[in-house]
């Protein structure tokens, strides 16, 4: 019912910045919460940042003050902004988003930061 599409991945060294995107589209009633996780190879699927409908955000603490989560609701989209990345930043970033009929979740998109 819902398709999840991410993309504004790639390869930057350290202290650098990129800008992921996450657009919804489909038969959505009401979209809630959109989020980004993140998953290292060998690592658990951990919570990035969140932002709900009204706009409250929450963010994990290793990524505090470095990367800023927004939304636009008109478009459907959910995006990060991410700067001063670090090599322990690697990992392939996924959007979640929470509709009233349920979960969704993209395909995932892959930031390398280089030492």
């Known amino acids: 019912q819902v398709h999840v599409v991410e993309s504004g991945g790639g390869l930057v060294q350290s202290g650098g910045s990129l800008r992921l995107s996450c657009a919804a589209s489909?038969?959505?009633?009401?979209?809630?919460?959109m989020g980004w996780y993140r998953q290292a190879p060998g690592k658990q699927r951990d919570l990035v940042a969140v932002?709900?409908?009204?706009?409250?955000?929450n963010y994990a603490d290793s990524v505090k003050g470095r990367f800023t989560i927004s939304r636009d609701n008109t478009k459907k989209s959910v995006y990060l902004q991410m700067n001063s990345l670090r090599p322990e930043d690697t990992a392939v970033y996924y959007c979640?988003?929470?509709?009233?009929?349920?979960?969704?979740w993209g395909q995932g998109t892959q930031v390398t930061v280089s030492s």
């Open positions: 489909g038969k959505i009633w009401r979209l809630n919460d």
């Open positions: 979640q988003v929470r509709e009233l009929t349920g979960d969704y």
């Open positions: 932002i709900s409908s009204t706009g409250r955000t």
